[in-house]
T-cell receptor, first 113, second 113 residues
Framework: DTAVSQTPKYLVTQMGNDKSIKCEQN?????MYWYKQDSKKFLKIMFS???????INETVPNRFSPKSPDKAHLNLHINSLELGDSAVYFC????????????FGPGTRLLVL | AQSVTQLGSHVSVSEGALVLLRCNYS??????LFWYVQYPNQGLQLLLK??????LVKGINGFEAEFKKSETSFHLTKPSAHMSDAAEYFC???????????FGKGTKLTVNP
């Protein structure tokens, strides 16, 4: 059973397009996250939701819009894709609490041409 | 604001040798500290975490880390490296008030036969 799943695994698209990445967790967690890993492997949080409510919103362009239809899902929509958006995007989930372990999905490799 | 510094972006050891990956943190309040491992083309997996209980923390796959407040360090060790340990290792910190994980830049471990 996959704990945190993401679709698609790979995404190749042209500049200016709009794309979405989906994330689902079956761990019963109430908090979900999006992280971006750049080409140098640096990981940085983008967003966090708790019970469908946005709790962390780092300095991310408005072109990125997360949506949480329910506690088990957190999708990421990206408008007007730019070359610099090329990265690996990881979804994660956890119980609420700073000491809680975050469980990561396998990642979505986005390449913007 | 909290931060993490991982000394050495690349560490190379021989199979059977000691593994030592260094992590120093900066935090104004007692932190929670994590070590994650990322195998090629995969998501992150928790190795171990410090949550203010025992200062010596044992994790999976024979890894352990010691929290040293006086040195603001949380170095990861394993007595005997195995080929399967080759991966990217990330140290991360979170602290009260935010579930946000702040990651170090990662250390790539190579294990030579």
């Amino acid at each position: 059973d996959t704990a945190v799943s993401q679709t698609p695994k790979y995404l190749v698209t042209q500049m200016g397009n709009d794309k979405s990445i989906k994330c689902e967790q079956n761990l019963g967690h109430d908090t979900m996250y999006w992280y971006k890993q750049d080409s140098k492997k640096f990981l940085k949080i983008m967003f966090s939701y708790n019970n469908k409510e946005l709790i962390i919103n780092e300095t991310v362009p408005n072109r990125f819009s997360p949506k949480s239809p329910d506690k088990a899902h957190l999708n990421l929509h990206i408008n007007s894709l730019e070359l610099g958006d090329s990265a690996v995007y990881f979804c994660a989930s956890s119980h609420r609490g700073v000491q809680e372990t975050q469980y990561f999905g396998p990642g979505t490799r986005l390449l913007v041409l | 604001a909290q931060s993490v510094t991982q000394l050495g972006s690349h560490v190379s050891v021989s199979e059977g040798a000691l593994v030592l990956l260094r992590c120093n943190y900066s935090s104004s309040v007692p932190p929670y500290l994590f070590w994650y491992v990322q195998y090629p083309n995969q998501g992150l997996q928790l190795l171990l975490k410090y949550t203010s209980a025992a200062t010596l923390v044992k994790g999976i796959n024979g890894f352990e880390a010691e929290f040293k407040k006086s040195e603001t360090s949380f170095h990861l060790t394993k007595p005997s490296a195995h080929m399967s340990d080759a991966a990217e290792y990330f140290c991360a910190v979170s602290q009260g008030g935010s579930e946000k994980l702040v990651f170090g830049k990662g250390t790539k471990l190579t294990v030579n036969p």
